[in-house]
């Protein structure tokens, strides 16, 4: 059965950091491109950041633009997102999604498939 997992999850104070990670079994992430998502209570999923299966193109929303840092580790089979001075608005579950091929990198919700359970961020002081 192939499917991937999300974690590095937690409680931080603002101005703090975390790094999460989505990792495959089953398949090799190698080929594919990955988008991290996030979904605060009341609110509709958004796109985080994208990275492109060549590793090549990246994506990140304006509010986390010099803060988050996506990469892969094709040995390991993980994307990770490095999250630094992390903001109360940060706080929401943490979601990675495989990009359907025959769209590009984006932040784009609906171009996205085979979502993992996500990883719950909070971040308070």
């Known amino acids: 059965q192939s499917h991937f997992v999300e974690s590095g999850g937690g409680l931080v104070q603002p101005g703090g950091s975390l790094r999460l990670s989505c990792t495959a079994s089953g398949f090799s992430l190698g080929g594919y491109t990955l988008g991290w998502f996030r979904q605060a209570p009341g609110r509709e999923r958004e796109g985080v950041s994208c990275?492109?299966?060549?590793?090549?193109?990246?994506y990140y929303a304006q509010p986390v633009k010099g803060r988050f840092t996506i990469s892969k580790d094709t040995a390991q089979n993980t994307v990770w997102l490095q999250m630094n001075n992390l903001k109360p608005e940060d706080t929401a579950i943490y979601y990675c999604g495989i990009l359907d091929p025959d769209y590009v990198c984006s932040g784009y919700v609906p171009h996205y498939n085979y979502w993992g359970q996500g990883t719950q961020v909070t971040v308070s002081s």
């Open positions: 990275l492109n299966h060549d590793a090549g193109t990246t």
